[in-house]
């Protein structure tokens, strides 16, 4: 039996009803597809959204000087003057057990290269120290993170790199402009700036390194929107994770989104932990000062008064909650200065200011260690199979102790703005590591291998000009304390290497929230 054409489609021939209705079929399946071919033709981006592959075009540089670029094993990394000082402050007690580890490359014992540079942070007055050339005033000239640098992402992950998320603008590529308006809180408007950071309450005379601002090339860095913060981080936690420098960093967000609402704090002694009740957020803050896993039992010549550094294991004391965290911040570097022991694989391979065997050679120094420490945390963090946070490596914070180290005589005594237009000063040491950590970077990202994003937060050049930030002799209340040189041309004891709050510092925080903004709206508009 037939039946006559459907009145609808006059071209159609009468067909039996299970032919046509094959017909229709197909050919509704025809049209969706061309629609969907013409879509992803249009809208690239729309096939990482359905896989959850994130492809970006600013990679990290793949030829940053790494661990096989070592330096001399007769030549120590750091003065061997420099003994575990204050200035880093004093770590969390010792901690026990690995839970988990990860393999690290025999190519850290790859043969020494004696060019390395091999100043710590008076590197300044060295050998290895030169005037640049160009001015991250006027923007980076053959640094950092170019098109010439490329090291692919790992297609299974959304680990990215954070060169040029938005229209090809690289956060990192600047100047520094003053900015009438000023800082966004004062010393007396914030109640959590440590003392030493408090330049202004200490006495220090002048206030204009508070006024100068970050301005990317090629778009705009907006000032801290705190309320656009706490929206932003709406049932979520941020933790600071690392050494004294992330205190410093953690303060700053905290005094920032102070001056909108006053948190509730919930911290412990292992954990400081700041809740904002308008949009249940938490900033938390632990101490980790090598990010990797740390014990003080003797172990073969190392005796249990040095702390041993296992360099391929993470630190279990902030690992134990990582995936509580939605958005992680780390720092580290600056404790590769003191006194510890280095260990892979359970054995004794190097050290810093400690090595008693004169006849058997490191195979590690101090900024190896850095580099495969970093190496260590961030492949545990983008293996982890339950963590899908976003992770922030902050690049290495610069001192800017000239003349010395921080116990050796270093200064910036009287420095009252940022380094102009070519005066940049390159410290040797402080380049290494920032190499090495970038390296590290780009090795972790190639083993990713979850839904976590890792991001590349790198202020070491653009923060090389604020030797002014510092609270060099202001790190006391004293009002007897020493601020001038004195008859013999010695400086005063001073703090060359945290920041001043306000001051630069909150300039961190800025791209912080930027970071989060292009990682957390964009998701919001996808699945809108």
């Not at 932003?232 to 936690?237: E, N, V, W």
């Not at 700053?252 to 102070?258: E, G, N, R």
């Not at 001073?494 to 001043?500: G, I, N, R």
Request: with cysteine; net charge neutral; hydrophobic share 35%.
């Amino acid at each position: 039996m037939t039946l006559d054409s459907p009145k609808s489609l006059p071209g159609l021939l009468a067909l039996p009803r299970s032919l046509s209705s094959i017909v229709v079929s197909v050919g509704g399946l025809a049209i969706f597809l061309v629609f969907a071919s013409l879509l992803l033709v249009s809208f690239p981006n729309i096939h990482g959204y359905f896989y959850g592959v994130v492809t970006s075009n600013k990679l990290v540089s793949a030829d940053y000087p790494t661990i096989e670029n070592r330096v001399d094993s007769n030549v120590d990394v750091l003065n061997r003057n420099a003994t575990s000082g204050s200035s880093l402050e004093a770590p969390a007690t010792s901690s026990s057990g690995v839970n988990e580890s990860v393999n690290v490359s025999d190519k850290y014992s790859s043969p020494s290269k004696p060019n390395l540079p091999v100043t710590s942070s008076d590197a300044s007055q060295k050998e290895g120290v030169k005037e640049k050339g160009g001015s991250v005033i006027e923007g980076k000239e053959g640094k950092g993170l170019d098109e010439n640098s490329a090291v692919a992402s790992s297609a299974v992950s959304n680990a990215t790199t954070i060169g040029s998320d938005d229209n090809g603008c690289d956060l990192y590529r600047g100047s520094w402009f003053f900015d009438p308006l000023g800082p966004l809180y004062t010393n007396n408007t914030c109640p959590v700036v440590t003392q030493m950071q408090n330049c202004q309450g200490n006495g220090r005379p002048d206030s204009e390194y508070e006024n100068w601002r970050w301005k990317p090339a090629e778009c705009e860095l907006p000032r801290f929107d705190a309320k656009k913060f706490l929206e932003l981080m709406r049932g979520k936690t941020l933790a600071f994770i690392g050494d004294s420098v992330a205190r410093n960093q953690m303060e700053s967000m905290l005094c920032l989104l102070w001056q909108v609402e006053v948190p509730k704090n919930r911290g412990n002694k292992r954990m400081q932990r700041y809740y904002f009740r308008s949009t249940n957020t938490m900033i938390v803050r632990i101490w980790s000062s090598w990010l990797v896993h740390k014990t003080a039992d003797p172990v073969e010549i190392a005796p249990q008064s040095v702390v041993k550094l296992h360099l391929d294991a993470p630190d279990e004391d902030f690992m134990q909650y990582i995936t509580g965290f939605d958005v992680v911040v780390l720092s580290s570097g600056h404790w590769f200065a003191k006194q510890s022991v280095y260990m892979l694989n359970n054995e004794v391979v190097g050290g810093q200011l400690w090595w008693p065997d004169k006849s058997r050679p490191m195979k590690v120094h101090n900024v190896e260690a850095f580099a495969i420490s970093t190496e260590t945390i961030l492949t545990s963090l983008v293996t982890h199979p339950n963590y899908t946070g976003l992770t922030i490596l902050r690049t290495y914070s610069p001192d800017h102790y000239e003349g010395g180290a921080w116990n050796t005589g270093g200064s910036c005594t009287g420095k009252v703005k940022p380094l102009g237009q070519g005066k940049l000063v390159e410290n040797g040491f402080t380049d290494t590591m920032h190499k090495q950590q970038v390296g590290a970077f780009s090795r972790a990202i190639k083993k990713a291998t979850n839904k976590s994003k890792l991001k590349l937060m790198d202020i070491t050049e653009p923060f090389g000009y604020r030797h002014d930030g510092h609270p060099g002799p202001y790190r006391s209340p004293d009002p007897k304390k020493q601020t001038k040189r004195g008859p013999d041309g010695r400086p005063p004891p001073q703090d060359c290497l945290h920041w001043c709050m306000p001051g630069p510092v909150d300039t961190w925080n800025e791209f912080v929230l930027e970071l989060i903004r292009r990682e957390f709206e964009g998701k919001k508009e996808s699945s809108e």
